[in-house]
């Protein structure tokens, strides 16, 4: 190898530890980075919403007593799940910063409780067997008129979109800052994952001779790897922590334990990835590696036998 060859290969390695370095904090940074920006993407904050005790919820916002035997009637129908799943999607919109449409009119919520007359009729008959004298079309009727007019005070009692978003704003005037992150979370994304092949790249053009880029990136994502497991390891530990902290807060610890529980699978996932990728760019550096080396065999000219005469 030439002195000029020698020099190239020293700073090539020199810049190519400077760079791994950087990857590698890039790296162990991406699943726990990653996970938490798609945790805070509008809809999957309304569908973590969606899983929450619905009980709960109505004692949050409305301060209800949510073990009232009348309410938990309600909340046990279908009724009032697709009530509630309407509300919760009608607030998509707080989170995503874009005006939200109110899903829940009354003319809405008399269509909902119709559709579930006979599951409220066998329900009610349950509760008040005396209706069973009055004929069945009767008696779905006042049911249905007692439903709806509950369910329309019960919904007018719970904020909506633009009052929740107005009421946030006011005792929390950085949640406009927090909106705008929300609007931004694909173009984050997208950027950081173009850093890392912008890094990675420039890692494997610095030990560009022999393809040993790949064996780089190899050890670099299973470095990376190495470190994401720790957190995967006390991952687990979270949720008692939360809970000791939380003590007496259900709804909170709850909510935040929806949200912990996508967090957490998304570490493990994106933990899975680089792994995988460090095995494929380790198995892509051997195959290059032994193609290379039989290329070199087919090309180096044979030694001439010698024969003894």
Known sequence: MSTGKKILNVFGIIFAW??????VIVLYCS???????STVKPEKIVDTLSNLEISQLVDSFVGIDAENEELKKIISTDVFQEIYESYINGLSGVFGGEPSENLLTEERIKEIIHNHIDELYQM????EPDLAQLPEAE???QIEEMFSEAMIDLVGNLPTAEE???QIMEENPEFESILDLFKQVDMIKLSYIGFIFVLSALVFVCRLHG????RWLAVDLFVATGFSALVCVALPAVPAMLEMMLEGQTAIVDLAMEF??????????RTGIMLVAGVGMLMLYLFVKKKLAQKKT???PAEPEQTIE
Request: proline residues 2%; glycine residues 8%.
């Open 18 to 23: 400077i760079l791994s370095i950087v990857l």
């Open 31 to 37: 699943p726990i980075l990653m996970s938490a920006l």
């Open 124 to 127: 009610s008959l349950e509760e």
């Open 139 to 141: 008696a779905k009727q």
């Open 164 to 166: 929740l978003r107005n």
């Open 211 to 214: 393809f040993r880029g790949f």
């Open 260 to 269: 912990l529980e996508g967090f957490t699978m998304g570490v493990y996932i």
């Open 298 to 300: 087919a090309i180096t």
